[in-house]
């Protein structure tokens, strides 16, 4: 038999639902803090660097559909941290992963850049010139707004945060 918990969408309502096994939750969510980390600083490297991959495809036809990849990917990602970690999480893993993107702006040794930013150009279509820094600053943006996001957003399984 299983615990019950209150429903909360009806006020003082003698209707009980059962509560969530924990086997409902993703595997991620049942690790000890230390690998919930691990996961998180992870999928932070991973959602930085092939943003940082993506976010020009497209763009220098004035269709930058890998902006928007690399903006849902990043935004999946820190739902996941979040959903994973809390606040605390998602702080880790906007951290991570816009060091992550700012590492890989950096020139290369040979002098090669991943993310060019910072040029102008008559012959160039706009979103070739200005996607880079869309893509900089917009990842930032997109994690903090996840931040300030209600936590009921990211239980998953009525797990309370």
Do not use: K, R
């Given at each position: 038999m299983h615990a019950t918990v209150p429903d909360s969408t009806i006020p003082n309502a003698a209707v009980r639902r059962p509560a969530p096994h924990r086997s409902d939750v993703p595997w991620s969510h049942r690790c000890n803090v230390f690998v919930r980390c691990l996961i998180t600083?992870?999928?932070?490297?991973?959602?930085?660097?092939l943003g940082t991959l993506a976010h020009r495809?497209?763009?220098?036809s004035n269709i930058p559909y890998g902006l928007v990849l690399a903006f849902i990917l990043i935004g999946a990602s820190a739902w996941c941290a979040r959903s994973r970690g809390g606040v605390l999480g998602l702080a880790l893993h906007l951290s991570v992963s816009y060091l992550t993107v700012w590492w890989l702006a950096m020139p290369g040794p040979g002098g090669d850049l991943m993310l060019p930013i910072g040029f102008h150009s008559t012959t160039m279509p706009w979103w070739s010139q200005h996607v880079g820094y869309i893509w900089l600053y917009g990842s930032l943006?997109?994690?903090v707004l996840l931040l300030v996001c209600p936590a009921r957003w990211f239980r998953i399984g009525g797990k309370d945060e």
């Open positions: 600083l992870l999928s932070a490297i991973a959602a930085g660097a495809m497209g763009a220098s943006i997109v994690q």
